[in-house]
């Protein structure tokens, strides 16, 4: 199977640095799934975008796939309550 390399914008890798460490597991391992599988069961597309989402609980990864590379590109990492009004 391939894996994707995964990626982050210095957004990402901020929200990611200040997440609390049980919300960092469940983020980590939502975004060590995305290296396997960019389209797990429960992505979707966020809408007037070309990106999609994770959901990690309540934090939410927002990100996009680059095929022609195998590369999966974190854009930003938040709270369900904010993430969208980045975007």
Same mark, same amino acid.
């Given at each position: 199977m391939t894996r994707y390399t995964?990626?982050?914008?210095?957004?990402?890798e901020k929200a990611l640095a200040q997440l609390?460490?049980? #919300?960092r597991r469940r983020v980590d391992g939502a975004i060590? +799934?995305?290296?396997?599988?960019p389209y797990p069961p429960n992505s979707r597309p966020v809408k007037g975008t070309?990106?999609?989402r994770l959901r990690a609980g309540d934090y939410?990864? #927002?990100?996009r796939v680059n095929h022609g590379v195998?590369? +999966?590109?974190?854009f930003d990492i938040?709270?369900?309550?904010n993430i969208y009004r980045k975007f």
């Open positions: 995964v990626e982050f914008s210095r957004a990402a609390q460490p049980q #919300i060590q +799934v995305l290296s396997i599988d070309s990106t999609f939410r990864i #927002i990100y195998l590369t +999966v590109i974190i938040g709270h369900r309550r």
